[in-house]
């Protein structure tokens, strides 16, 4: 019977040990992908509830309430599998983006919206579609290319919302 049980136990640290291993063997690549995903959803996630507070247009506030939702989807999504790979992730904006906070409170009316979407709006999501193109080609892990392929119609989704908008409040494009 204790050789049983010491089978069982050896069988179990087995399973462990190849669990963790394979968590632990994710490229510095991948990391960085989950980690520059991650970093974008805190960013519009950041930036999308200040516009649902001070944006003056009705349109404005909905696609940052938009923004918050998708984002907040998409940062979950990339949480849980960071947790399944032992990936530590940010979790506040990142130094670019607190400036960008800081620019948004300092503005109102118009000049915020226009504002908001030309950053957060068209900027950052271009920079999010890039992002999610290079990363569809340099990951190799299939959970993480899986995460970018479900994250990537989303992100353009948004481009092509953001746009029209932000040509008719006169921001830039």
């Not at 019977?1 to 669990?19: C, E, H, P, R, Y």
């Not at 490229?27 to 960085?32: G, H, N, T």
């Not at 940052?64 to 990936?87: F, I, P, T």
């Amino acid at each position: 019977m204790n050789k049983k049980i010491i089978v069982a136990w050896i069988g179990l640290l087995a399973a462990f040990s190849t669990s963790a291993q394979a968590q632990d063997s994710l490229s510095k690549a991948d990391q960085r992908i989950l980690t520059d995903l991650a970093q974008a959803n805190v960013n519009e996630i950041s930036a999308g509830q200040i516009a649902q507070q001070k944006a003056s247009s009705q349109e404005v506030k909905s696609f940052a309430q938009q923004m918050v939702d998708d984002h907040s989807k998409g940062l979950q999504a990339v949480q849980e599998l960071a947790r399944n790979k032992n990936v530590a992730l940010p979790t506040e904006p990142d130094a670019r983006h607190r400036a960008m906070v800081d620019k948004l409170n300092s503005l109102t009316g118009d000049a915020f919206d226009r504002a908001y979407l030309s950053g957060a709006g068209v900027s950052d999501h271009q920079a999010a579609h890039k992002l999610l193109a290079q990363a569809d080609k340099r990951a190799r892990d299939p959970d993480v290319k899986a995460l970018v392929e479900k994250l990537q119609p989303v992100v353009d989704h948004h481009l092509d919302e953001v746009r029209p908008l932000a040509r008719n409040k006169g921001g830039s494009l």
